[in-house]
């Protein structure tokens, strides 16, 4: 669909692994409790969605470097809150390690490939 489209944002890696990051937390966050549906579960589908709408958006005003590192600022600080979520999902028990790790992991690659982006915007321009 992206192809069709032209989004050229869906091209980032930052993007592509926020991405399959966000639809890996919305599928196994199904099984979380019911209990959890309007906390833990909306929060960390929401933070993990917002990280890529902020890149999309980012990218959007990469003409400008302050609105530019800005957005991805936002992104990043979302991604942070992924991580609060991942850590919270793990010590109540509705994740396993594994889960837990690759997340994280995951997490802290996008925020690594966000700093790298904050730190050279006219490469993106």
Known sequence: MEKRFNLRYTE???YKKAFELAVDIFEVSKSF??????????????????VCANIAE???KRRYPKHFISK?????????????WTQF????????VGQHDTWLENSVEVG????YMMDNPDKFK
Do not use: C, H, M, W
């Not at 409790?33 to 969605?49: C, V």
């Not at 991805?72 to 609060?84: F, G, I, P, R, Y």
């Not at 999902?89 to 396993?96: D, K, N």
């Not at 690594?112 to 700093?115: D, M, N, R």
């Open 12 to 14: 980032l890696l930052a």
């Open 33 to 50: 409790p019911k209990e959890e549906r309007y906390s833990l579960t909306d929060q960390i589908r929401r933070a993990s969605r917002s």
């Open 58 to 60: 980012g990218y959007r």
């Open 72 to 84: 991805l600022s936002d992104s990043d600080a979302e991604n942070a809150e992924v991580q609060v």
């Open 89 to 96: 999902a793990y010590r109540f028990g509705y994740i396993p």
């Open 112 to 115: 690594s490939l966000l700093g």
